[in-house]
């Protein structure tokens, strides 16, 4: 965004360099029996202080042989807030706010963990969108694919 970010993240590509994909992996989607197995893909470019030019996006490329195909993509239409949790030398990035997707738009919660220890992996902790999906629990992602841009907790 270019602008000072007192507390924010920035995730996946363009923005990290990075890609913040990971795959095989287990999802839920409302209404549908069961989970299916696919591909997360996840961006984002978020600042608490300039919500309204803030975005995150998802998308989910079913890998499973289970009918109907449930991929999807989805972006952010309003984010209504961005909450940092400075955790050591990591930081902890919770974003909610309304995301559209081919099955209608819904409420939506985020929550990024940027693991400073190069050794280790970053990670989607949670993302899920009310009444439609739910990743099933942390997701790991490539290290430097989440970066957090100022983890000021207000």
């Not at 989910?60 to 909450?83: A, C, H, K, R």
């Not at 400075?86 to 099955?103: A, D, L």
């Not at 990024?112 to 997701?139: K, Y």
Request: net charge negative; hydrophobic share 35%; aromatic share 8%.
């Amino acid at each position: 965004m270019g602008l000072r970010c007192t507390c924010g993240v920035l995730v996946g590509l363009p923005f990290t360099g990075v890609g913040a994909i990971a795959t095989d992996e287990e999802v839920t989607l409302e209404g549908f029996i069961g989970t299916r197995r696919g591909t997360l893909t996840y961006t984002a470019d978020v600042c608490a202080d300039s919500l309204e030019m803030s975005t995150v996006t998802i998308s989910f490329v079913q890998t499973s042989g289970e009918t109907p195909n449930l991929s999807f993509t989805g972006t952010s239409t309003e984010i209504t807030s961005v909450v940092c949790n400075q955790m050591g030398q990591n930081c902890e990035i919770t974003v909610t706010g309304t995301i559209e997707t081919e099955f209608g738009t819904f409420p939506f919660t985020a929550e990024f963990l940027d693991i400073v220890d190069n050794a280790n992996v970053d990670q989607v902790s949670v993302f899920e969108i009310d009444g439609f999906f739910n990743q099933q629990g942390a997701v790991p992602v490539p290290q430097l694919s989440v970066q957090d841009q100022g983890c000021a907790e207000i």
